[in-house]
């Protein structure tokens, strides 16, 4: 069963840094799209990266405006785990990360993923 669980948040002053890691529990063969969302209080949850994967053509990553050139997306294979690495952290990347798998290509709707992990608390203040 898919049932992505997400770790690594924490509270940070700006210009700090975190990784947020993700388990997926997929079929490691299978074309998948990780996407990573967040939400912060009283806004709409916005997406953030996403990492591809294609059995065929390997992997593609795609990041936000908002995060461009200060995160960083990884993954490990034998771990099943994607990353977002966080540099440079702002006040406003404040908020709870979630990451939500499909099987298939990358979708820009939230609703076509079917599965979410239970979200981690990312803080950044001074």
């Known amino acids: 069963q898919v049932r992505p669980v997400e770790s690594g948040g924490g509270s940070v002053q700006p210009g700090g840094s975190l990784t947020l890691s993700c388990v997926r529990s997929?079929?490691?063969?299978?074309?998948?799209?990780t996407r990573w969302f967040r939400q912060a209080p009283g806004m709409e949850r916005e997406w953030v990266a996403h990492?591809?994967?294609?059995?065929?053509?390997?992997?593609?990553?795609r990041y936000s405006d908002s995060v461009k050139g200060r995160f960083t997306l990884a993954h490990d294979d034998a771990k099943d785990t994607v990353y977002l690495l966080m540099n440079n952290l702002k006040t406003e990347d404040t908020g709870i990360y979630s990451c939500?798998?499909?099987?298939?290509?990358?979708?820009?709707?939230?609703?076509?993923?079917?599965?979410w992990g239970q979200g981690t608390q990312v803080t950044v203040s001074s």
């Open positions: 939500a798998v499909r099987f298939g290509g990358c979708s820009t709707d939230a609703q076509d993923y079917p599965y």
């Open positions: 990492l591809r994967r294609d059995g065929r053509t390997g992997y593609g990553t």
């Open positions: 997929v079929d490691i063969d299978s074309t998948t799209c």
